[in-house]
């Protein structure tokens, strides 16, 4: 089974920074893609960024140019959030799209989310 765990939230001032880091854990045969998505309160959730397993990154406009994805070679992904505003506050998810041999469909993982608050 897989897991993904994410940590690094926290409650951090108008301007500042978080890594935010997701670990995945368990049998995966190969990754399609994996990503940051975020749920603030009374909204749905959207997508922050992405990251295929070639390297390609996507962003969302609001966050362009301020926050950063990566992945080490272990599946552990990041999230480097920079000057950060009181709307980047909501519940921070990884997801993973893998596929646990050569010839399954790619399935859809989820964190259980960290909490991100920007606040003065």
């Known amino acids: 089974q897989v897991q993904l765990v994410e940590s690094g939230g926290g409650l951090v001032q108008p301007g500042g920074s978080l890594r935010l880091s997701c670990a995945a854990s368990?049998?995966?045969?190969?990754?399609?893609?994996m990503g940051w998505y975020r749920q603030a309160p009374g909204k749905e959730r959207e997508l922050v960024a992405s990251?295929?397993?070639?390297?390609?990154t996507n962003y969302a406009d609001s966050v362009k140019g301020r926050f950063f994805i990566s992945r080490d070679n272990k599946n552990t992904l990041y999230l480097q959030m920079n000057s950060l505003k009181p709307e980047d506050t909501a519940d921070y998810y990884c997801?993973?799209?893998?596929?646990?041999?050569?010839?399954?469909?790619?399935?859809?993982?989820w964190g259980r989310g960290t909490q991100v608050t920007v606040s003065s």
């Open positions: 368990g049998y995966i045969f190969r990754t399609n893609h």
């Open positions: 990251i295929t397993s070639g390297g390609r």
């Open positions: 997801n993973a799209r893998v596929s646990l041999t050569a010839i399954s469909n790619w399935i859809d993982y």
